[in-house]
């Protein structure tokens, strides 16, 4: 399978949204609650050009979405992000999460100056540990948000 993976613009919302939506990409999220329509366009209209975001997404030979992967800067830390990915349900178990991660990870270090990445997964979400374990993602600790627990990982230059 093809795939290209290219900067989010606005005519990606309607796919960003219905996987944002998706059950199981809110069961393993910060935030669980769905998300309504006006919130999703000022949110995703800010995201894609903010300065303080690189936003990806993924689509196969055939234009189908396949995903989005989202890095959002810290503040407090110099050139470091959280990532965000999330594929389409059909798209799942196909082991395009290991390639994907990795491709979207190399880019934002080398293209977009980023020195450190850190992933949030819910200790439960066995299929993304995996993921980013094989990524080369390294575990470092874990937090507690809306009494979840997650666990925390770190990716940097060697």
């Known amino acids: 399978m093809s795939l290209t993976i290219e900067l989010a613009k606005k005519s990606d919302i309607k796919d960003v949204f219905n996987l944002s939506n998706d059950f199981d990409v809110r069961a393993n999220s910060f935030n669980i609650d769905k998300i309504n329509w006006d919130d999703h366009v000022s949110w995703f209209e800010n ?5 303080d975001c690189v936003y990806f997404v993924v689509r196969n030979e055939l234009k189908e979405f396949v995903g989005q992967i989202r890095f959002d800067k810290i ?5 470091s992000y959280i990532i965000s990915i999330s594929l389409h349900r059909s798209f799942r178990g196909k082991g395009l999460g290991v390639s994907l991660l990795q491709d979207c ?3 934002l270090l080398n293209d977009f100056g980023a020195s450190k990445i850190y992933a949030y997964i819910q200790e439960n979400n066995k299929s993304s540990l995996k993921v980013f374990d094989k990524t080369g993602y390294k575990f470092i600790g874990k937090k507690i948000c ?3 627990k997650f666990f925390k990982f770190e990716y940097c230059r060697n």
């Open 47 to 51: 995201k894609i050009v903010s300065k």
């Open 75 to 79: 503040a407090e830390e110099e050139n």
């Open 105 to 107: 990870s190399s880019k």
């Open 146 to 148: 809306n009494n979840i």
